[in-house]
């Protein structure tokens, strides 16, 4: 597994869609992976560290994990299967530990909410990454 960041959140100008690019934390090569526009606005927020006056369905979560005295080891990106993502959620509780299917979406915003680090396994930048250009041309709206 491969550690990766949140780069950028913004809108492929392309696609109009709203996407998220994963960076690996030693390395040139990103993953973008197209979200939902709810997805990418809980993930931006966290990024920007900007709460919310409602809890979104990511806080929920890690508060619900928080009282099951639990935590989240860590999030990675596990498969990429006919142009989707799949991710697994994987929790520590009362030492045992939890592998919980999940969308990368979920994964991410949740991850960034309780400080888990971020993988992708190394087939899926692999198959799915692209070399990120010096120049920053990545056809983002932010």
Known sequence: MIKVFVDKVGLDIESEQAIVLLKEVQGDTVLPIWVGPAEATAIALSVQGVGTSR??????????I?????RVERVYVSEFKEHTFFAQLVLN??????EIDCRPSDAIALALRTEAPIFVSEAVLQEAGVVAEEDDATGLVH
């Open 55 to 64: 809890p979104l369905t990511s806080d929920l979560l890690k508060e619900v």
């Open 66 to 70: 928080v009282q099951l005295k639990a």
């Open 93 to 98: 509780h009362a030492g045992h530990q939890l």
